[in-house]
């Protein structure tokens, strides 16, 4: 390992791999990783991180399965696990438009698992 490797920080932004400098907050690691929302508010509106300092809520996410954990508020650990609404959003809306059950945390097409088993309608 070397200093350059100590430094930085791995996880798992909506199944994708990436790369942190150690100290970054979970939404600094979603800029970094090109992820553009955090979640879609009832009216269907995509949210991103706003203030940056847990004040409006907007960049909620799931992280290590835990649900509406503020982004700009937690660091950044190895091997977390991070999920976007909109990311399981979409990815619930490719499962019903072709046929894959998504129940129970099992693999969807993407290879990666759901982070809350959730059960869609109209799967087989
Ligand atoms: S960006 Fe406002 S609470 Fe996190």
Redesign the pocket.
Known sequence: MTNADAACVHLTIDGRSAVVEAGSTV?AALVVAGVSGTRTSVSGQPRA????????????VMIDGRAHA????ILCREGQVVWTTAATASADAANVASGTNVANGTNVSNGTNRPNGTTTTGTR
């Open positions: 939404a991180a706003l203030c940056g300092m847990g004040v409006c809520q907007e960049c909620r503020l982004a700009c508020q």
